[in-house]
């Protein structure tokens, strides 16, 4: 079971961004994700979630209205779209695989993008 | 402000057994389960403990987890230097919709 995040950089106040999880070693489309970031020096904070179905998804109000997570079954990867970033979006951007449903909690983390927001 | 509450640090001996506490309400952790995140400097969160007292296979049964009404907590013995970390708990939350995490707990094994 594999997850590799990738699409992380630098981009200026009020850019977008789109992070990409790629899956591996397991049934995607059956364990529903969840992104978690971590700003520097900072705990863990959750980010978004959605089903394995995609129908469901969730939101920190954080990133409400300007976060958008999604997924291709079909290409066993997870997404999240970024706009109106802030400074303090800047952070490691963790992709997780959950036990089944949300909340299970998530037993597979990525290794994380870092997305860093400044001028 | 973390909707779980988490003790900032704990520290003891190698050998010696600690616990870390998790706090929260009846919207969260009194009615759905808990896990426990082991983060070893400079990388990911691990699962240690899942609904609220379940190892991983890999994780060693020196690493436990009790709930009991709004609280959780994780207990380590035998502990090795190895396990210097920071340790989180995290939950759903019914009431907000959303997965929620203690602030964490950096633990110093002296």
């Known amino acids: 079971v594999q997850l590799l995040e990738s699409g992380g950089g630098l981009v200026q106040p009020g850019g977008s961004l789109r992070l990409s999880c790629a899956a591996s070693?397991?049934?995607?489309?059956?364990?529903?994700m969840t992104w978690v970031r971590q700003a520097p020096g900072k705990g863990l904070e959750w980010v978004s979630s959605?089903?394995?179905?995609?129908?469901?998804?969730y939101y920190a109000d954080s990133v409400k209205g300007r976060f958008t997570i999604s997924r291709d079954n079909s290409k066993n990867t997870l997404y999240l779209q970024m706009s109106s970033l802030r400074g303090e979006d800047t952070a490691a951007y963790y992709c997780?695989?959950?036990?089944?449903?949300?909340?299970?909690?998530?037993?597979?983390w990525g290794q994380g993008t870092t997305v860093t927001v400044s001028s | 402000q973390s909707v779980l509450t988490q003790p900032p640090s704990v520290s003891a001996a190698p050998g010696q057994k600690v616990t870390i506490s998790c706090s929260g309400s009846?919207?969260?952790?009194?009615?759905?389960?808990v896990s426990w995140y082991q983060q070893l400097p400079g990388t990911a969160p691990k699962l240690l403990i899942y609904?609220?007292?379940k190892r991983p296979s890999g994780i060693p049964d020196r690493f436990s987890g009790s709930r009991s009404g709004t609280s959780a907590t994780l207990g380590i013995t035998g502990l090795q230097t190895g396990d210097e970390a920071n340790y989180y708990c995290?939950?759903?939350?019914?009431?907000?919709?959303?997965?929620?995490f203690g602030g964490g707990t950096t633990l110093t094994v002296l």
């Open positions: 997780a695989k959950t036990r089944g449903y949300v909340v299970h909690g998530m037993d597979v």
């Open positions: 009846s919207s969260n952790i009194g009615n759905n389960y």
């Open positions: 995290g939950t759903w939350d019914s009431s907000l919709s959303a997965v929620v």
């Open positions: 609904e609220n007292n």
């Open positions: 959605i089903t394995g179905s995609g129908g469901s998804t």
């Open positions: 070693g397991f049934t995607f489309s059956s364990y529903a």
